[in-house]
Every structure is written in C-alpha cells, then in structure tokens.
C-alpha cells in the first residue's frame, strides 16, 4: 500500500512541476508549486523522516511560498485574470491516475522490491538510517551531514533565494 501511496504522491509533484511552468498567471504557478512541495512532504513521511516532512511543509511550502507571493503582489504583474488554474486539475489528476497505473502494474509485472532500501542514499539501507537516527536524534542526523557535508550547496541556495529576492524588489521599485 506504501508503493501505491508513493507512485500517486510522485505523480502528483511531476504534474505540480509542471503546471508550475506552464501556468501563465503567477497565482496559478505558486499553487502548483504548493503542490509539488506538499507532495514531497507526503514522501517524506513514506520515508519515515518526519521532521524532513514537517519542515518541508513548514519552511518551503509556508515561509518561502508567502514570500513568492508578496514578490508577486509587489511587482503588480497585471490584472488579466484567466482560469488556467482549472484545467491544470486535470492535467495533475492525469498524472496522478497514470502514476498509480504505472505502480500498479510494476508491482504485477516487476518483481516487487522493496521500495524504502532503494530510495534511501545511504549505505546499508533503513536499518542505517535508524542507527543514526537513535545515536544522534532526528535533528542530529539531518544537521551533521547537512553543515559538515553540504555547507557550501546549502549556502549557496540561501544566497541564490536573497538575490532572488533583491532583484524582485529592485525590479518593482523601478516602476514606482
């Protein structure tokens, strides 16, 4: 049931993907990335990381979607309201339904592996991901490597969302 769960919540980002750059209204696109980040929070709960999931939700679709939003308010992109967020719905349901097809017939056809030790990056599978979880704590585990390992991609995202964000205002500020 977890696979099942997996495919449609997989389905459901790659159709929230790409709604968000297809869509012409910027609301419509910031919805569809809700979407997608709310779908990769429910993965992450497949995946037993919990606290990834929360913040996930917290952090992405929360702080930094009200961001994009005030951005898209501030810049007064226009008024042409056209429904386009309408038929996005059933291009992500259609993703969705094919996503749960093509699981359920990898599941009849494919052998039916476990799915959690292919997913997890780490070497020796789940049973890793718990030990490091009980020696460290679920924060510890996810700091440790993120600001020993990553510090630099980790940084380099923080600054690529301020320049995202000075630019936004920068821009609005000439028309004003």
């Known amino acids: 049931m977890a696979e099942v769960f997996f495919y449609l919540l997989a389905a459901l980002a790659i159709g929230g993907g790409v709604g968000m750059v297809t869509r012409k209204n910027p609301v419509g696109s910031l919805l569809f990335l809700v979407l997608t980040l709310a779908s990769l929070a429910g993965i992450f709960v497949l995946l037993d990381a919990h606290f990834l999931a929360a913040i996930q939700v917290v952090v992405y679709a929360g702080a930094i979607m009200v961001l994009f939003l005030f951005v898209i308010m501030l810049l007064n992109l226009g008024h042409d309201y056209q429904p386009d967020i309408r038929g996005g719905l059933w291009m992500v349901m259609g993703f969705a339904l094919s996503g749960l ?14 799915l959690t030790g292919a997913l997890l990056p780490v070497a020796g599978g789940p049973g ?49």
């Open 101 to 114: 097809l093509g699981g359920i017939l990898a599941q009849r056809f494919g052998g039916g592996g476990e």
């Open 128 to 176: 890793a991901v718990r030990a490091l979880v009980e020696e460290h704590n679920a924060v510890g585990a996810i700091a440790g490597p993120m600001f020993r390992d990553y510090l630099v991609p980790f940084e380099v995202t923080s600054v690529l969302l301020l320049v995202a964000i000075v630019g936004a205002i920068v821009l609005a500020k000439r028309r004003i």
